[in-house]
């Protein structure tokens, strides 16, 4: 099968990409929240378990979906809006990584049908063996 390495790296190509992005956006949004965190009140953080539940409470606070705290600093409300900014860039691009995985690009209905006119092609000399009167080999089930 022939099939060029170009094609190939044209599809992972936009998916390390959009990898690449997203992965900038996660380290964008931890350190948004990390940032809230410091200037809002909880300089010190003991230990990872410390500040991965103060990271989860915030979430739930920002979210609404526990008691609502606003920032009391203007930095505050600046890394408040770095960290919301930043997750909606993540949820973007995590979406646009799942939509490249799943949509066929052209490089790949390219390769999709190359593979297909190969099966089409080993169909048609089966059947050409089969009416010249050759010993057709098949696989015992």
């Known amino acids: 099968i022939r099939i060029t390495a170009l094609m190939i790296l044209r599809i ?19 350190a948004g ?9 909880r300089p ?3 230990d990872i378990d410390t500040f991965v539940k103060s990271l989860w409470f915030s979430i739930i606070y920002f979210t609404g979906l526990g008691e609502y705290h606003w920032p009391t600093t203007q930095l505050g409300i600046f890394a408040l809006w770095i960290l919301v900014f930043m997750g909606w860039v993540l949820l973007a691009l995590l979406s646009g990584v799942l939509v490249n995985l799943l949509t066929p690009t052209p490089a790949l209905s390219v390769i999709l049908e190359h593979l297909e006119d190969l099966k089409q092609r080993k ?3 089966k059947l050409r063996r089969q009416k010249s009167g050759l010993k057709v080999q098949t696989t015992k089930k």
């Open 44 to 46: 010190y953080m003991p």
């Open 12 to 30: 992972n190509l936009a998916t390390r990409t959009a990898l690449w992005f997203a992965g900038l956006a996660l380290v964008g949004t931890v």
């Open 123 to 125: 169909w048609e000399a």
């Open 33 to 41: 929240a990390f940032l809230f965190l410091m200037i809002e009140g």
